[in-house]
């Protein structure tokens, strides 16, 4: 007899009949546990079980060449997808919850029925069943879980092209796909986590503040019920591809040994070691007819000069007190030099970028840079301005019999331009400068040495000086290389033994018509201009040569044609489908790409190219039937080179118009622009708050935390639990020496001053903690009473919360968290 016939034959039918049941239930409890533990799994991964997608997957269907609808479509996919899960996690631990109480109500009865040891033998016995029934049924999905997650993956369409490791490390398949995306592929943020609320109000509050002020508490009150809800709505819940971020984060911050940079070209990812990278840049700098080591920081030095020179030009009338102000600087932070792999070289060296942001020169280079680009507007006569306008020139031109196209580029032009070539040119066309400035020729020519003679950088601590050449990245290198360009065509091509019939230039590429025996001879002549300027030349290959975006093809009959190119290096990565870019720009930007295939290409090559698009926008996770939509619809009101027209200056009244940002957030950001949409003379540009970018490393040199100006800062008392928070406009070491002098000289000047001097209060000033940056004053100031009103224990005046409004009180308390180490700059 088996275990429930003896229990029958003993102890009666319904002691056996409640066993048969509590066996049963507990099987159902086994399984259902696990079910939910799976559920919750797939939601914290951002994964839909099969059945969930094949629900909506007719949603799909809605997408058009509408960015509204698509945008429609996609937020009620996601929402309505995310609803059915968590409302199956809610049936589920329902039922988890009954299944309990039925089996605590069947123990409870069997205690009557059966005695104390036969029915603790029988729990024991089905405990082990459990035990069993959940590690077998957990084990099937957990299997089942890892295929869903495979198959999301895979649905994330990527290319090999697009991640270039050069390192030994085994990078796992779901963060080389998170880094494949590359650093401009956008996530939707989570409230708080990855967009502050206090940052998302600035964004707001700065917006509100243009409007009438009668109106302001209204539009608070509506923004703020619209955060409210979003952030109570969306707390907890992300994307899968916001799973894959957060453990590609994880990763690379347990590997510090690797560094995740862009390349040179191409729009490609690149993972090289740390090692690798410093040997490549050290093999650079080590360059001594280019770079010279620095005994100290020219900061300071370069800092009084430029300063000086603005107060030179302000004296002598040529500028005014605004421009003056503007030029001169008091915060100033080094240039920092960086390197960007070269992937299609052999040894794939590094080019050289120097970020002159921030740099002592910087707003000096840009004046003198629009100086030269006025006065030389109608002396570049061969350059083109673009494709489309090279396109309008060159199709159906007729090359003469005999003659072939070839390319000439010129080797590292920004890095050979010497200072004496340039000197030489200003003073020959001086005509034109002078036309333009008031500034004598002398001193127009000090500062352009001035500027040649403040190239340098900081490389991991030390100081370098570019001895010649000019900076990639320098504002005035650009317009340099234009002029001098210009220059030697107007000197190589009269020297040429032979007529030219094209001729054209973009920067330093250069597209030639030439007879079929002169390539020698061409590049011996533009070799011969300037002992450091050096060109290569690319012959014809299947009867064309590429510039820029085109390839030019010498078809029957001599004649030219155009076709959409793209460089071996192109790695054909655009914005993402799966990208938290907004549909708009999305949609543009295919629209646009094929509106500028069809203006580039000639009609013969038309359909080549646009399947080719077709396939590569494919490759970028956009469906077909989606990008053929875009084709086949009416064309946007776009500009020639297939970019939305942009928006007038000013409105129908003269007003101008003044740019304002939001962060881009689903379901949020549009709710917040219908509400802010009548105040008026505003242009909101939606930013990405949460890229791929933000784990890939930090290649130029950290500027030091008391070097850094429009920062909001945290200051703690050495004697007690008190802070001190302040704003400034500075870099944060003279503000923090303002705060000692106040301390010992001035103690009604600010709380900190008051504080110490009352009591006798040392500040721990070397201490001093930043908790955001933003370059915009009003978004400054808010950001820091926000960070007052988090801090219980400021010791801050009253006033310096005056313009709080009290209908933020609750959505900020949601946001109050101490700040970590890793301050987020606003975007402003």
């Given at each position: 007899m088996g275990f429930f016939e003896d229990v029958e034959s003993s102890y009666g039918v319904d002691a056996s009949r409640k066993m048969k049941l509590w066996a049963h239930l507990n099987t159902k409890f086994a399984k259902m546990t696990s079910r939910r533990n799976f559920l919750l799994r797939c939601r914290t991964a951002g994964i839909f079980p099969r059945h969930i997608v094949q629900n909506v997957k007719c949603l799909t269907n809605l997408l058009s060449d509408d960015a509204e609808n698509n945008r429609k479509v996609s937020l009620f996919n996601n929402k309505i997808s995310a609803r059915i899960l968590s409302m199956e996690i809610s049936f589920t631990i329902k039922r988890i919850g009954v299944l309990s109480s039925n089996l605590e109500q069947l123990?409870?009865?069997?205690?009557?029925?059966?005695?104390?040891?036969?029915?603790?033998?029988?729990?024991?016995?089905?405990?082990?069943?459990?035990?069993?029934?959940?590690?077998?049924?957990?084990?099937?999905?957990?299997?089942?879980f890892w295929d869903l997650k495979k198959q999301k993956i895979q649905s994330i369409k990527i290319k090999d092209e697009w991640l270039h490791n050069l390192t030994t490390t085994q990078i796992p398949t779901d963060i080389k796909v998170i880094l494949s995306l590359g650093p401009k592929f956008s996530l939707a943020p989570l409230p708080i986590i990855d967009s502050p609320i206090k940052n998302i109000i600035a964004d707001v509050e700065n917006i509100i503040g243009l409007a009438p002020t009668a109106t302001q508490n209204i539009l608070r009150a509506k923004c703020t019920n619209a955060i409210t809800n979003y952030v109570h709505t969306h707390k907890g819940s992300h994307s899968f591809e916001h799973h894959l971020f957060t453990k590609a984060k994880k990763y690379t911050r347990a590997h510090d040994d690797l560094i995740i940079t862009a390349a040179d070209k191409g729009n490609i990812t690149v993972v090289l070691s740390v090692d690798q990278y410093e040997h490549k840049m050290n093999l650079l700098l080590q360059d001594s007819s280019i770079y010279k080591q620095l005994t100290k920081d020219p900061t300071n030095e370069t800092q009084n000069k430029n300063n000086k020179i603005i107060k030179q030009l302000k004296d002598l009338g040529i500028i005014d007190g605004a421009t003056a102000r503007?030029?001169?600087?008091?915060?100033?932070?080094?240039?920092?030099?960086?390197?960007?792999?070269?992937?299609?070289?052999?040894?794939?060296?590094?080019?050289?970028?120097?970020?002159?942001?921030?740099?002592?020169?910087?707003?000096?280079?840009?004046?003198?840079?629009?100086?030269?680009?006025?006065?030389?507007?109608?002396?570049?006569?061969y350059s083109i301005a673009d494709s489309f306008q090279f396109s309008r020139q060159i199709?159906?031109?007729?090359?003469?019999?005999?003659?072939?196209?070839?390319?000439?580029?010129?080797?590292?032009?920004?890095?050979?331009?010497?200072?004496?070539?340039v000197m030489q040119i200003i003073q020959s066309e001086w005509s034109r400068?002078?036309?333009?400035?008031?500034?004598?020729?002398?001193?127009?020519?000090?500062?352009?040495?001035?500027?040649?003679?403040?190239?340098?950088?900081?490389?991991?601590?030390?100081?370098?000086?570019?001895?010649?050449g000019c900076a990639m990245g320098n504002k005035i290198s650009s317009i340099l290389a234009l002029i001098i360009m210009t220059v030697l065509l107007n000197y190589?091509?009269?020297?040429?033994?032979?007529?030219?019939?094209?001729?054209?230039?973009?920067?330093?590429?250069?597209?030639?018509?030439?007879?079929?025996?002169?390539?020698?001879?061409?590049?011996?002549?533009?070799?011969?201009?300037?002992?450091?300027?050096?060109?290569?030349?690319?012959?014809e290959t299947d009867n064309g040569v590429p510039f820029l975006d085109t390839k030019v093809v010498r078809c029957t009959d001599n004649v030219i044609k155009l076709d959409w190119y793209q460089k071996p290096t192109s790695s054909g990565r655009y914005i993402h489908y799966k990208s938290n870019?907004?549909?708009?720009?999305?949609?543009?930007?295919?629209?646009?790409?094929?509106k500028r295939v069809k203006n580039i290409c000639h009609p013969d090559f038309l359909k080549s190219?646009?399947?080719?698009?077709?396939?590569?926008?494919?490759?970028?996770?956009y469906p077909r039937m989606f990008l053929e939509r875009c084709l086949h619809a009416l064309p946007l009101d776009l500009s020639e080179d297939g970019s939305p027209t942009e928006e007038p200056a000013t409105t129908a009244q003269n007003e101008p118009i003044k740019y304002v940002s939001l962060p881009l957030l689903p379901s949020l950001t549009r709710k917040l622009t219908n509400i802010l949409k009548d105040v008026k003379n505003i242009k909101i540009a939606k930013y990405n708050p949460l890229t791929v970018g933000r784990i890939f490393s930090h290649v130029k040199d950290r500027i030091p935390i008391m070097s850094k100006s429009d920062v909001v800062y945290r200051i703690s008392c050495g004697n007690c639990n008190s802070v001190y928070i302040g704003q400034t406009s500075q870099c944060l070491k003279k503000r923090i020496a303002i705060h000692k002098s106040d301390a010992k000289l001035r103690p009604d000047r600010c709380a900190l001053a008051n504080h110490a001097s009352s009591l006798g209060h040392k500040f721990k000033f070397d201490e001093a903690e930043i908790l955001c940056l933003n370059s915009d004053y009003n978004k400054r100031t808010f950001l820091e009473m926000c960070f007052i009103n988090e801090n219980e224990n400021n010791i801050n005046r009253k006033?310096?919360?005056?313009?709080?409004?009290?209908?933020?009180?609750?959505?900020?308390?949601?946001?109050?968290?101490?700040a970590d180490d890793h301050t987020v700059d606003v975007i402003t």
């Open positions: 123990k409870t009865k069997l205690s009557g029925l059966v005695p104390e040891g036969i029915l603790e033998r029988f729990l024991h016995t089905q405990n082990k069943s459990y035990k069993t029934i959940y590690s077998n049924n957990n084990k099937n999905l957990n299997k089942k503007q030029l001169t600087t008091y915060k100033a932070v080094p240039p920092r030099i960086y390197g960007l792999p070269k992937v299609h070289k052999p040894d794939i060296p590094l080019r050289p970028i120097v970020s002159t942001i921030g740099s002592p020169t910087a707003e000096l280079s840009h004046f003198m840079t629009r100086i030269l680009t006025e006065a030389f507007s109608n002396f570049i006569s199709n159906n031109l007729i090359l003469p019999q005999g003659y072939k196209l070839v390319s000439l580029d010129a080797v590292s032009l920004f890095t050979n331009i010497s200072l004496d070539l400068i002078q036309q333009i400035t008031d500034i004598e020729m002398p001193l127009f020519l000090s500062i352009i040495k001035f500027l040649f003679d403040s190239s340098y950088f900081t490389f991991r601590g030390s100081f370098f000086s570019q001895i010649f190589c091509i009269p020297l040429l033994p032979f007529h030219t019939p094209i001729v054209y230039q973009y920067v330093d590429d250069l597209l030639l018509a030439i007879p079929d025996d002169m390539t020698a001879e061409t590049l011996t002549v533009f070799n011969s201009f300037d002992q450091h300027i050096k060109f290569t030349v690319e012959e870019h907004s549909w708009s720009v999305k949609t543009n930007l295919i629209k646009g790409m094929f190219a646009e399947e080719r698009l077709l396939n590569i926008f494919e490759d970028n996770g006033t310096d919360l005056g313009n709080l409004s009290a209908i933020y009180s609750y959505i900020l308390s949601l946001d109050k968290r101490p």
